[in-house]
């Protein structure tokens, strides 16, 4: 099974819809980073949070990091066709903690003007 | 700027070929790592090295090799023995410790076996 489980998998809304994308862990989280991929391209960094109850935002992209639930979430407020795209989630967990990232399987988003 | 650079965008392999991927950054970062995108699998760890002279495997290194001179320079080779590499391949590289450091990523090289 996966070490780190992202749902949902994909996600279609309509211009300017709330939406959230969720990452959850399976092993102890060390630090958790979101990032965003346009098809056939590299990945671009968004946010990392390290603190449980930490909450970062950037334009109208916020995250926060349940370190209880071993578990983040990525909100993204009144979508717009730039927002579309996969979304990942990377974490530094467990055993591998501090040499590698784990990612997860990714959220492709589709945003409908 | 600094950055990751991998080379080439596309590439075409005939089965039974070995081909090698470059991937270079300039970022003065000691770690690198090469990553395997399937649709719908997310990032797979290939081979990564935390200082120059030395590397470790990942979860998929079989049908792989990498080696690491210089500290810029991280080249991943598909051998043969690879029975599946048509895929999106990701270099990136970090500055310490994955806990406080995040990656920086290339814009990838799509292999596919013809």
């Known amino acids: 099974s996966q070490e780190l489980e992202q749902s949902p998998q994909s996600l279609i809304v309509q211009e300017g819809k709330n939406l959230t994308i969720n990452c959850t862990s399976s092993k102890t989280l060390y630090g958790l980073y979101w990032y965003k991929q346009k098809y056939g391209e590299g990945l671009i960094f968004l946010m990392m949070l390290q603190k449980g109850g930490e909450e970062k935002s950037h334009e109208k992209i916020t995250a926060k990091l349940d370190e209880k639930k071993q578990q983040s979430s990525l909100h993204i407020t009144a979508s717009q066709p730039s927002h579309a795209g996969i979304y990942l989630c990377?974490?530094?967990?467990?055993?591998?903690?501090?040499?590698?990232?784990?990612f997860g399987e990714g959220t492709q988003l589709t945003v409908n003007p | 700027d600094g950055g990751i650079t991998q080379s080439p965008k596309y590439l075409f392999r005939k089965e039974g070929q070995n081909v090698t991927l470059s991937c270079e950054q300039n970022l003065n970062h000691d770690a690198m790592y090469w990553y395997r995108q399937d649709p719908g699998q997310g990032l797979r760890l290939i081979y990564y090295?935390?200082?120059?002279?030395?590397?470790q495997k990942g979860d998929i290194a079989e049908g792989y090799s990498v080696s690491r001179e210089k500290k810029e320079s991280f080249p991943l080779t598909v051998t043969s023995a690879q029975k599946n590499p048509t895929a999106f391949y990701l270099c990136?590289?970090?500055?310490?410790?994955?806990?406080?450091?995040?990656?920086?990523f290339g814009s990838g090289t799509r292999l596919t076996v013809v």
């Open positions: 090295s935390q200082i120059v002279n030395d590397f």
């Open positions: 990377g974490a530094d967990i467990g055993e591998t903690s501090g040499s590698r990232l784990t």
């Open positions: 990136a590289s970090s500055m310490g410790q994955t806990f406080n450091y995040g990656y920086t």
